[in-house]
């Protein structure tokens, strides 16, 4: 039985409902969306462009006064005492307990470690330099590897790209790389995992371990080099420890990552049978987060082949070395070789590690006669590779790779400096002109604006868009920013990096909006872009200047278009997977209402993803100032330059080591202010969401029928 109540206060709120929306049916076009705008609006706004108009007024008020530049080779009282530290540092290293019982033993760990893993694929100190395992054996062992963590197709193509080594004449630099990636991600294993499994397991150690792996990621990979440099030396071990550095976060942070997502219900139900907290650890924690663990093995490999190409800067051998001597002498046929096998050893480690994620659940889908079968294929593959390393280690001809083969890398090399000799003859018009509109009509005026202006001017609006943007915390980063490279002596060479960085940001910004946009709304573009993004999210960061080098030459466009193509990646995908996350019943509503495909763009799907449009315009800031920097090599001027300097000679060491913490500084300042904008825009977002929501829902004007209580 069933009985009908009214209730006055809900009639007449029913009838007000329906007023409010017969009004809304009178007004022309669809309603407004919940995301409401998703431009700049408010006193921010105001205020952001209120402060550029008078930075603008000051630029040619004050023009070229007060503006800190110095000549490459002027030194300030700060370069000349950094200049000193390398003297004290030799002087105190057998003497210092610093060193005695701290560095020296962090070295010698990394050096010994470092030493017997390069001796056992690239080369040995004594005799011939022959390593302990020759082409053939390594050749053999990795695709036996490849195979017992993934499948038969993963280890084709690893054996292939080994071969493929042979064939471009770069086995031994191509091993030197992979033995340096190999020691500093076992380094990166060895602690890495531990401290993330610790911090999935306490919060207290995840609060404390959280920034300074944030303040890790931020640092641009040139930073790293002359500090260790200057703690270590030239060598194996300042080599291990840059890579170690870049490489170990990723670890760090999935594994942390991994074990908190294991839901509290199996932690509660776990916990209630009276394990121990090492039982519940080894048999729940550990097991249900394997998965995610590997993805941060993925990332610590890519990580890392990524910073021992730019290594080369501090004497690591191996193909990094070659890219950067080739960019050095402007030859793209052979920075291209080079780069070209980075590029498949990047491939190879991202394959292999991806495969290790999912072999668990394809050896449990195959079941137990298939499992059998496998089994005995990996000991028998094992069998083999022991007699392939043996003979590796027996014969010369298994050690040595061959002489005798096809020299494809010659003819890659020809045949690209031919190709790019062709460009800039019969093309050169065009690219000329395109890279000269750039530096002309775009880079010059920004890039004037940053260095010619007062620094106090700069400085004063710095800490006005920090306000502006994310309160006074913001702004006082700014300041303690800016007062720091003031203090560091290489103030315009800052402003001279960050123009360009701004003007790579914009456009990698521009591409992740339009082409995300597009990805998030149409899976046949996902799923044809995707793999693209993934196979340009492997490459290391060098290899994007090598074609740009043979299209425009050197300069500093040159680095921006570089920078730009290797930040896009990260934030095509990161605003694809916002649009794809606005709710369809939202999506739904706006068709109903009759908006437009624009409309829908624009006034629905953009606004509700504006947080993930933010958080990808401050990852493309943060590998944009990382490619530009890199973009040094050839030609991009800036801090870089003076990181290079100061590492190739010794008088500039200072200077060097002052860009290099230069680099860290304005890194700091722009993620900080990039993450206060993504928050405000979040939050900015949610709240016009929640004001707006109201006027699209559906009101029934139906009665309210209870169950009859008995």
Not at 682 to 697: D, I, M, N, V
Request: proline residues 5%; hydrophobic residues 50%; glycine residues 8%.
């Amino acid at each position: 039985m069933t009985t009908t109540t009214t209730d006055p206060a809900s009639e007449a709120d029913l009838e007000k409902s329906e007023a409010q929306l017969g009004a809304n049916a009178d007004r022309v076009g669809p309603p407004e969306p919940p995301g409401g705008r998703w431009f700049p609006s408010g006193t921010a706004a105001v205020t952001v462009i209120g402060i550029l108009v008078v930075w603008v007024i000051f630029r040619f008020a004050l023009a070229d006064r007060w503006t800190l530049a110095l000549d490459p080779q002027e030194l300030t009282t700060i370069h000349t005492n950094l200049n000193t530290w390398p003297d004290w540092v030799a002087q105190n290293r057998n003497s210092s307990p610093v060193f005695l019982y701290f560095v020296n033993y962090i070295q010698i760990v990394l050096q010994h470690v470092s030493d017997f893993i390069s001796a056992t694929f690239y080369q040995t100190p004594n005799g011939l330099g022959i390593p302990y395992i020759g082409w053939l054996g390594t050749t053999v062992l990795v695709t036996w590897i490849a195979y017992a963590v993934g499948n038969v197709k993963v280890a084709a193509l690893t054996a292939a790209v080994f071969l493929l080594f042979v064939l471009q004449g770069v086995w031994t630099d191509a091993m030197a790389s992979f033995a340096q990636v190999i020691a500093a991600v076992l380094f990166a294993f060895v602690i890495g995992i531990p401290l993330g499994i610790w911090a999935g397991t306490s919060d207290r150690v995840n609060k404390i371990i959280t920034p300074v792996l944030d303040f890790m990621q931020i640092m641009p990979s040139f930073a790293y080099l002359a500090p260790l440099v200057l703690i270590f030396g030239l060598g194996t071990a300042s080599v291990t420890a840059a890579v170690f550095i870049f490489a170990a976060p990723p670890i760090i942070r999935i594994t942390a990552h991994g074990i908190r997502q294991v839901p509290l219900t199996t932690r509660e139900a776990v916990d209630s049978m009276g394990v121990t907290g090492a039982q519940r650890l080894r048999q729940v924690l550990l097991p249900m987060s394997k998965r995610t663990t590997v993805i941060g093995v993925n990332q610590t490999f890519m990580a890392a082949l990524s910073m021992v190409v730019i290594a080369a800067y501090i004497a690591a051998p191996g193909l990094g070395s070659d890219v950067q001597q080739a960019l050095q002498s402007l030859d793209v046929g052979t920075a291209f070789n080079a780069g070209l096998s980075i590029v498949l050893m990047a491939i190879v480690f991202d394959r292999v590690s991806t495969a290790a994620s999912v072999r668990a659940e394809i050896a449990v889908r195959k079941g137990t006669g298939k499992k059998t079968t496998r089994r005995a294929v990996i000991a028998a593959g094992l069998v083999i590779t022991a007699v392939a390393v043996y003979l590796s280690r027996t014969y010369l001809w298994a050690a040595q790779p061959p002489q005798n083969w096809p020299d494809w890398g010659r003819s890659i090399t020809a045949g690209v400096n031919t190709v790019s000799t062709w460009v800039q003859t019969h093309l050169s018009l065009i690219t000329l002109n395109f890279k000269n509109a750039i530096a002309y009509g775009l880079l010059n005026p920004l890039q004037s604006l940053l260095v010619q202006t007062p620094w106090f001017v700069v400085g004063v609006a710095f800490a006005v868009i920090g306000y502006a943007v994310g309160g006074l915390r913001i702004a006082v980063i700014m300041v303690v920013g800016v007062a720091a490279l003031v203090v560091l002596g290489v103030w315009s060479d800052a402003m001279f990096t960050l123009a360009s960085t701004i003007l790579a940001s914009i456009a990698a910004i521009a591409l992740g909006v339009l082409i995300g946009v597009w990805m998030g709304r149409s899976k046949g573009a996902d799923r044809l872009i995707r793999p693209v993004l993934d196979a340009a999210q492997t490459m290391p960061a060098f290899v994007y200047l090598v074609p740009f080098l043979g299209l425009f030459g050197p300069g500093r466009v040159t680095a921006i278009f570089a920078g730009v193509i290797y930040a896009a990646p990260a934030a095509i995908k990161i605003v694809a997977d916002g649009i794809r996350q606005v709710p369809e019943n939202t999506v739904e509503s706006a068709l109903s209402a009759g908006s437009t495909k624009w409309q829908m763009i624009t006034r629905v799907q953009i606004p509700m993803s504006i947080k993930s449009i933010a958080l990808a315009s401050n990852q493309a800031v943060i590998y944009t100032l990382s490619m530009v920097v890199i973009g040094a090599a050839v030609g991009g001027g800036g801090l870089g330059y003076l990181v290079i300097s100061g590492l190739q000679n010794p008088p500039y060491f200072g200077k060097g080591l002052a860009a290099g913490l230069a680099l860290v500084v304005l890194g700091i300042m722009v993620d900080r202010l990039t993450q206060a904008a993504a928050q405000r825009s979040g939050q900015r977002a949610r709240k016009a969401t929640e004001s707006g929501a109201a006027p699209t829902r559906r009101i029934s004007t139906a009665k309210v029928i209870e169950p009859a209580t008995a």
